[in-house]
């Protein structure tokens, strides 16, 4: 079992920074691909960026590459996820999950996922 807490959102304006955090619980966690979805209002849930169980291979969607980087600490039980250059259209509450299976590549897919954070919300103004 592995139980998710993000911190880190807020509001920022265009072009500002943020950095969420995802403390992990569970003997689990650093045997597990883990990743961030987001959700902005009236849009479905989608895939932002996903890191490997060792944390050597990272992904991320088309829309926040270059701008979002993904870390792990697994000897502290943490995710980040650094988001730079932000965009209004960034606006969404923000998920991180962990893999449903052990010793992974990142996966980017929602279905892979077996357990997940509350959310955090990030909003960007223009």
């Known amino acids: 079992q592995v139980q998710l807490v993000e911190s880190g959102g807020g509001m920022v304006q265009a072009g500002g920074s943020l950095r969420l955090s995802c403390a992990a619980s569970?003997?689990?966690?650093?045997?597990?691909?883990m990743g961030w979805f987001r959700q902005a209002p009236g849009k479905e849930r989608e895939f932002v960026a996903s890191?490997?169980?060792?944390?050597?291979?990272?992904y991320f969607a088309d829309s926040v590459k270059g701008r979002f980087t993904i870390s792990r600490d697994n000897a502290k039980n943490t995710v980040l996820l650094e988001m730079n250059s932000l965009k209004p259209e960034d606006t969404a509450v923000y998920s991180c999950?962990?893999?449903?299976?052990?010793?992974?590549?990142?996966?980017?897919?929602?279905?892979?996922?077996?357990?997940w954070g509350q959310g955090t919300q990030v909003t960007v103004s223009s």
């Open positions: 890191i490997n169980w060792l944390g050597g291979r990272t």
């Open positions: 569970g003997r689990t966690f650093s045997w597990r691909a």
């Open positions: 999950a962990a893999d449903k299976d052990y010793y992974r590549d990142f996966q980017t897919t929602a279905d892979e996922y077996a357990y």
